[in-house]
């Protein structure tokens, strides 16, 4: 039932008094009040703040029962009440060791939407990967390229209902107090079932959205997997996923930047790995990272892996795959409305892009559409 100060806000979702449609789904995380909220980040002031994103800032807080992060989407979001329901429906349900643990949600009657997370006393994983003062160890990236691989396993293979994240950067992977990798923000997810395997809607960050699920405007598990793979090369490489080429004027994407330069293994491929290393990583685990990083990226998504094959071969348990020396071309047709979400074609539709090294054009527009 909602509480009585509610029922004049009473708003509709899918015909269920919003309220009610929380309560039902919010067994696991609790719900706060907004004032309790208000309360533990100072008024949501600027020194609370870790950070803002596309859908509003997050604030440290301080509850009795301990720290927390709290994602305050605003008003003038993107984001509605439709997917903060969708947020916390899909991850009150989801529980995993490589998962930002969701504690409790808000919504106080007005356009207040908020949640609350566990915070990560170490932040996200971006501002490891660039910091200027001090270079990430191997180990521990590592790790963390097989924790989000299993998070990554849990959501698309081994939860209820698969679940893709659409948004998988390093921003979004945060660093637990031992270090261990938990993925966050499972805003943008919808839920999927096994035979409808690809959702609507386009959302995702530029360099780490694959071209194909752009031009479709469509997310599927294959398309979490090229942002995997970029963040894969991104904490090898030590790079950003759009790489400015030695004039200064050029950018392309890190994909590309490894396959063209560094080749798809074989010799010069660890030439690839971070130079602030300085050479101190376990080789094989590196080669694997960057092979596994590539495969992924792999500009035809129908030769791309499973997240299963990825964490079989980062674990050891199966061969990495060989990889061309150069980048395969891949061309992609525009969307059709309605129709299922084609990967690589043979062009029988419309204007192609094609994603292949050695085509100045389709460089061009390959970045365009995935770094800048
Ligand atoms: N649970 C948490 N613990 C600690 N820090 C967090 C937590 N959640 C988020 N943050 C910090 O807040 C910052 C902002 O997060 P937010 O999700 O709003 O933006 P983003 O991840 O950069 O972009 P996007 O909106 O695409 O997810 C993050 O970069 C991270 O540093
Ligand atoms: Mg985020």
């Known amino acids: 039932m909602a509480p009585k100060h509610l029922a004049k806000d009473a708003r509709f979702f899918r015909g269920k008094p919003i309220e009610d449609e929380l309560e039902l789904e919010a067994a696991g ?3 706060f009040h907004y004032g309790e909220l208000a309360a533990a980040t100072a008024n949501f002031s600027d020194d609370r703040r870790l950070g803002s994103g596309g859908f509003g800032s997050v604030y440290r807080g301080f509850l009795n029962d301990g720290d927390v992060a709290v994602k305050r989407v605003a008003e003038t979001s993107r984001q509605g009440w439709k997917e903060f329901v969708a947020e916390v429906r899909i991850i009150s ?5 490589n998962l930002v643990p969701l504690i409790g949600w808000c919504h106080d009657g007005g356009d207040e939407l908020l949640l609350v997370y566990e915070l990560m006393p170490n932040g996200s994983l971006d501002a490891h990967i660039h910091s200027p003062e001090n270079v990430l160890p191997w180990p521990v990236r590592y790790e963390v390229v097989l924790g989000v691989g299993a998070a990554l396993m849990y959501l698309h293979q081994e939860a209820e209902q698969r679940v893709v994240h659409r948004d998988i950067k390093p921003s979004n992977v945060m660093l637990d107090a031992s270090l261990n990798a938990r993925l966050g923000d499972f805003g943008l997810a919808r839920l999927i079932d096994g035979r409808r395997s690809r ?3 386009i959302a995702g960050t530029m360099g780490y959205i694959d ?3 752009f031009l479709a405007g469509r997310a599927s598990v294959e398309s979490d997997v090229y942002s995997f793979g970029v963040v894969l090369l991104e904490l090898a490489c030590g790079r950003r996923p759009a790489v400015v080429l030695d004039g200064g004027e050029d950018a392309i994407h890190l994909a590309q930047w490894v396959w063209d330069t560094h080749g798809g293994g074989g010799s010069g491929f660890l030439d690839a790995a971070d130079a602030r290393l300085n050479g101190e990583f376990d080789v094989e685990e590196m080669e694997r990272v960057l092979v596994v990083g590539l495969w992924c990226a792999h500009p035809d998504r ?4 499973s997240i299963r094959q990825t964490v079989s071969v980062l674990r050891f348990e199966a061969s990495p795959p060989i990889l061309p020396a150069k980048m395969p071309v891949a061309t992609y047709g525009p969307p059709v409305s309605g129709a299922p979400e084609t990967g690589s074609s043979d062009g029988s539709a419309g204007v192609k892009i ?3 090294a050695g085509s100045a054009s389709a460089t061009v527009q390959l970045n365009a559409l995935s770094c800048l």
Do not use: E, F, K, V
Not at 93 to 97: A, E, G, Q, S, V
């Open 29 to 31: 995380p609790r719900r």
């Open 93 to 97: 349900r989801l529980r995993h060791r």
């Open 199 to 201: 959702t609507t809607g």
């Open 211 to 213: 071209a194909g699920c």
């Open 302 to 305: 129908g030769l791309r892996p």
């Open 354 to 356: 094609s994603m292949a």
